[in-house]
C-alpha cells in the first residue's frame, strides 16, 4: 500500500547542532519528495524537495537525500536555530497523483 | 503567506449539522487538494479537483463532498457531523495536475463539532 514511514517522532538538538529526520516510502515508482515545516497552529510549509531524478539537493542549512535503492530520504538541518522548532513532515507522491505525508516530527532546539 | 485563502478561520458546531469550507487558490493555480489533520491521523489526502474535475480521491468519507467552481475556487463540504470530524482541514494549489506539482497550503480551517 501507499505508505510513508518517518522517525523519529521527536528530536531535541542543541542550538548550533545538526538534525536529520529520515523516512521511508513503499513505492519504488514514487518520483517526487516534499519536505514541509509546520509551526504550532499554522499551515505546512515546503522549505524543500526533491525529484528521483537528483541524489542530493540543498538550500543554505537544509538539504535532503534521496536513495531511490533502498526507497529512503532524509532531511538534514545543520547549524540549528530556536527558529528551526517546529514540526517537520515528509511526503511521497504515489500514482503520481496522491501525496502521501509521514507521521512527523516534532524537533526542538534548546538554546 | 502562500497565496492560498481559506475560510471561515474557525468553525463550531453541533453533531449532526452540515457546514462547507471554502479554498481560494493561488493566482494561476488550476489544482486544488484537501487535507484533513487530526492529532491521532497527521495530515490525510481527502480529494484533488484539477480545472473544476475531479482528479484523485483519497481516504474521504461518504460524508464529505467538494466541487471547484469555474473561478476556481473550491468548496469542501461536510454532512452529518460527528464528533470524530473535529480537526484542521486544509486545502492546498499547484499549477499541475498530478501530485509532483510543489502544494502551497491556505492557513486551515478549524472545525470543533460539539
Known amino acids: 500500500g501507499e505508505n510513508v514511514e518517518q522517525h523519529p517522532s521527536t528530536l531535541s538538538v542543541q542550538e548550533g547542532d545538526s538534525a536529520v529526520i529520515k523516512c521511508t516510502y513503499s513505492?519504488?515508482?514514487?518520483?517526487?519528495f516534499p519536505w514541509y515545516k509546520q509551526e504550532l497552529g499554522k499551515r505546512p510549509q515546503l522549505i524543500i524537495d526533491?525529484?528521483?531524478?537528483?541524489g542530493e539537493k540543498k538550500d543554505q542549512r537544509i538539504a535532503v537525500t534521496l536513495n531511490k535503492t533502498a526507497k529512503h530520504f532524509s532531511l538534514h538541518i545543520t547549524e540549528t536555530q530556536p527558529e528551526d522548532s517546529a514540526v517537520y513532515f515528509c511526503?511521497?507522491?504515489?500514482?503520481?497523483?496522491?501525496?502521501?505525508f509521514g507521521t512527523g516530527t516534532r524537533l526542538t532546539i534548546i538554546p | 503567506d502562500s497565496g492560498v485563502t481559506q475560510t471561515p478561520k474557525h468553525l463550531i458546531t453541533a453533531t449532526g449539522q452540515r457546514v462547507t469550507l471554502r479554498c481560494s487558490p493561488r493566482s494561476g493555480d488550476l489544482s486544488v487538494y484537501w487535507y484533513q489533520q487530526s492529532l491521532d491521523q497527521g495530515l490525510q489526502f481527502l480529494i484533488q479537483?484539477?480545472?473544476?474535475?475531479?482528479?484523485a480521491k483519497g481516504n474521504i468519507l461518504e460524508r464529505f463532498s467538494a466541487q471547484q467552481f469555474p473561478d476556481l475556487h473550491s468548496e469542501l463540504n461536510l454532512s452529518s457531523l460527528e464528533l470524530g470530524d473535529s480537526a484542521l482541514y486544509f486545502c492546498a494549489s499547484s499549477t499541475g495536475a498530478g501530485g509532483v506539482y510543489e502544494q502551497y497550503f491556505g492557513p486551515g480551517t478549524r472545525l470543533t463539532v460539539t
Open positions: 513505492d519504488s515508482a514514487s518520483n517526487y
Open positions: 511526503a511521497a507522491i504515489f500514482g503520481n497523483e496522491k501525496l502521501t
Open positions: 479537483y484539477y480545472n473544476g474535475e475531479e482528479r
Open positions: 526533491i525529484r528521483s531524478n537528483v
